[in-house]
């Protein structure tokens, strides 16, 4: 019961965040037409001088996600550069916006066991952090070098998008249990070799890829990729459909 209370508050708290993030775009009589409360009402959730219930709550993120959809804020955020490299900065640095992105997660594996959150360094690391936080389940980072006093390693080689060179992943084998459903985290699936990997240490932990959530995709390469290793559910919440080059 106590658990369910916390998570409702939880809520409560994402969907006045939510607003406020609104409130850069809209007046409130403008809010007040679209979400059908009081100006005044709508204040009071702002200035959080008071939540709403649950079930309001919930009516205020449908009718909000209409109207400012993630996809649309991911996309006004994203700046690419002349060779097509893309600046992510703005992403995942906006922490109002990487909560809308964990509800986002949280909405679409809803049902689903999950007992730890996995992720590659480094950009990955706030949105898996956050969500780790609000599923109340451990974060696990997977990193590019051995760190002194962790005893024994899961390793797994990949080759990085854009590179020639072989690199590793390192997570500590202690920190998987057998049978463990992992979400897999990360900013951006590219090449898809990285998850590839990611996918490899939770099999080599003998537990279970619960699925995959990214702020963005580029391209269409990556599903082949990662569909070869495993049948797991994807969500991208920003599909970039194709790698943008100068002309």
């Given amino acids: 019961m ?5 998570t409702d508050l939880k809520y ?12 850069n775009y809209y007046t409130y ?25 649950i079930e309001r709550a919930r009516d205020i993120n449908d009718k909000l996600e209409s109207i400012m959809r993630l996809e649309s804020e991911i996309q006004r955020r994203i700046r690419f550069d002349e060779l097509g490299y893309f600046d992510n900065t703005k992403i995942i640095s906006d922490t109002m916006l ?27 690391i706030p949105l898996a952090t956050l969500l780790a936080k609000r599923l109340s389940i451990p974060l696990v980072i997977a990193k590019k070098s051995r760190e002194v006093g962790v005893g024994e390693f899961i390793e797994e080689a990949y080759i990085p998008s854009k590179s020639a060179m072989i690199m590793s992943f390192y997570v500590p084998r202690s920190i998987f249990k057998k049978g463990d459903c992992v979400l897999i985290i ?36 990556w599903k082949n990729r990662i569909g070869e290793v495993a049948d797991c559910p994807i969500e991208i919440a920003y599909e970039v459909p194709q790698k943008l080059r100068p002309d």
Avoid at 2 to 6: E, P, Q
Avoid at 15 to 22: D, K, P
Avoid at 110 to 116: N, Y
Avoid at 187 to 211: F, H
Wanted: zero cysteines; glycine letters at 8%.
């Fill in 12 to 23: 409560k708290l994402m969907v006045a965040e939510l607003l406020n993030l609104a409130k």
């Fill in 186 to 221: 990360d900013d951006v699936i590219d090449s898809g070799e990285t998850q590839r990997a990611l996918i490899n240490i939770v099999r080599k932990a003998k537990a279970e890829v619960a699925g995959i959530y990214a702020l963005m995709s580029i391209g269409l390469e």
């Fill in 2 to 6: 106590a658990g369910s209370r916390i």
């Fill in 29 to 53: 009589r403008e809010l007040s037409q679209l979400i059908g409360l009081p100006e005044t009402v709508l204040s009071r959730y702002v200035k959080g001088h008071v939540l709403p219930t």
């Fill in 98 to 124: 990487l909560e809308r992105a964990v509800q986002h997660a949280v909405n679409r594996f809803a049902g689903q066991r999950i007992t730890k959150v996995l992720t590659p360094e480094t950009d990955g």
